[in-house]
């Protein structure tokens, strides 16, 4: 099975920019999409974005879209997101996740989720 790790989390102050990794190891081959969703405090988890890993296209939530970035680079089985001009409302633990079947904007759609990052940004 594939197991996904997250880094790159931390605090940051608005405007400023950060990238979260995702590290797939295992059966990486077994989800073609790849996706990263955020949780902030009393929230439902969300769709931030999310990779085909063999045809490169990508999905994004309109809350982030021309502010976040997501690649990856199949050489390391890595998922990137980049996040730039960063808002206090962005706070959240972000969690990287591999899609199983259905919609690539519903959590419900994903069968491998990582333990997640925290990312806080400050006013």
């Known amino acids: 099975h594939v197991q996904l790790e997250e880094s790159g989390g931390g605090l940051v102050q608005a405007g400023r920019s950060l990238r979260l990794s995702c590290a797939a190891s295992?059966?990486?081959?077994?989800?073609?999409?790849m996706g990263w969703f955020r949780q902030g405090s009393g929230k439902e988890r969300e769709f931030v974005a999310a990779?085909?890993?063999?045809?490169?296209?990508?999905y994004y939530a309109d809350s982030v879209k021309g502010r976040f970035t997501i690649s990856r680079d199949n050489a390391k089985n890595t998922v990137y997101l980049q996040m730039d001009s960063l808002k206090p409302e962005d706070t959240a633990v972000y969690y990287c996740?591999?899609?199983?079947?259905?919609?690539?904007?519903?959590?419900?759609?994903?069968?491998?989720w990582g333990q997640g990052t925290q990312v806080t940004v400050s006013s």
């Open positions: 990779i085909s890993w063999s045809t490169i296209r990508t």
């Open positions: 996740a591999g899609h199983g079947s259905g919609s690539y904007y519903s959590a419900a759609s994903y069968s491998t």
């Open positions: 295992g059966r990486t081959f077994s989800h073609n999409v």
